[in-house]
């Protein structure tokens, strides 16, 4: 909740730089919680984030129907999760 508050007046707690590990950051067009900018920050700093937007998904996209973005979601985590090592 502090994080979430804090946010809301644009202060963030953390630097997505520190992350030096592949990061895969997932923006759904319907989320009514996170913000495009929020998602945009964190691929802008960290070294070696990827950014997936899926336009028709919620919040909850992995509870979203295939139509709207679920099948999209889970085949990115697992091509995201099945990469070799770097």
């Avoid at 990061?23 to 929020?38: A, M, Q, T």
């Avoid at 992995?62 to 770097?86: I, M, N, Q, S, Y």
């Amino acid at each position: 909740m502090a994080d979430s508050f804090e946010l809301a007046f644009d202060r963030r707690q953390w630097s997505a730089a520190a992350l030096t590990m592949p990061v895969l950051v997932i923006r759904s067009g319907r989320d009514f919680w996170s913000r495009p900018e929020d998602a945009k920050a964190i691929v802008d700093e960290a070294p070696k984030a990827e950014r997936l937007n899926i336009l028709d998904a919620t919040h909850f996209v992995h509870l979203d129907r295939d139509a709207t973005g679920r099948g999209v979601f889970l085949d990115a985590v697992k091509r995201f999760l099945d990469r070799p090592e770097e």
